[in-house]
């Protein structure tokens, strides 16, 4: 069988390869379709995502079975990953070396939404009532009133933020716990 012969792209062809990659084509399509290897795309999307300055160079290679493969492949599904990507995720977060976006993060981005919109309505209630006073004027009750119940917000949105991450740390802590338990022990049957 002849040796396939490998064109390299030009800068335009780059580009659209990056449009193409952030769409989600298949890499196989895009190799064929640009007259590249694979392994040429592969690269150039690492290089664009700035997870490796060069490609990596070392191999390691581990037998699994039938069944593992199996909910290897499911993950790698689900993650809308390769297979290696997923694997290699799945080894390094076991090591503590990479870090899953945790459930909470949707929660936490909420809560600090809200507490910066807080926030920004209590400065200028608090700019409201100097300006009042530097004039000689009164501060209405009800301005108090509504300070009183954003500072009380704020207080409510700290102790769900609070909750949020002690019960991260927990699961986290869980989690390396059960992970050295099963290194020291093997996997658990069932």
Avoid at 37 to 55: D, F, V
Avoid at 110 to 117: H, I, Q, Y
Avoid at 146 to 153: D, G, N, S, V, Y
Avoid at 157 to 184: P, T, W, Y
């Amino acid at each position: 069988m002849p040796k396939r012969k490998f064109s390299r792209l030009t800068n335009d062809q780059k580009q659209a390869l990056r449009g193409e990659l952030d769409a989600k084509v298949p890499v196989t399509n895009l190799a064929k379709k640009y007259g590249v290897s694979r392994r040429t795309i592969y690269n150039l999307k690492n290089r664009w995502e700035e997870r490796l300055p060069q490609s990596r160079s070392k191999v390691l290679t581990v037998r699994i079975s039938t069944e593992d493969m199996e909910r290897l492949d499911a993950l790698a599904k689900e993650l809308d990953l390769s297979r290696a990507d997923t694997a290699r995720r799945v080894l390094l977060y076991a090591a503590g070396v990479y870090h899953i976006e945790p459930p909470e993060a949707g929660e936490i981005a909420a809560l600090t939404k809200e507490v910066s919109a807080i926030g920004r309505n209590v400065n200028q209630a608090v700019r409201a009532m100097n300006t009042a006073v530097l004039r000689g004027q009164k501060i209405p009750r009800l301005h108090l009133d509504q300070l009183a119940q954003q500072l009380h917000e704020i207080a409510r949105h700290n102790d769900q933020a609070r909750s949020l991450i002690v019960r991260r740390a927990q699961q986290q802590r869980a989690h390396v716990d059960q992970i050295v338990e099963i290194m020291k022990n093997g996997m658990p049957s069932g």
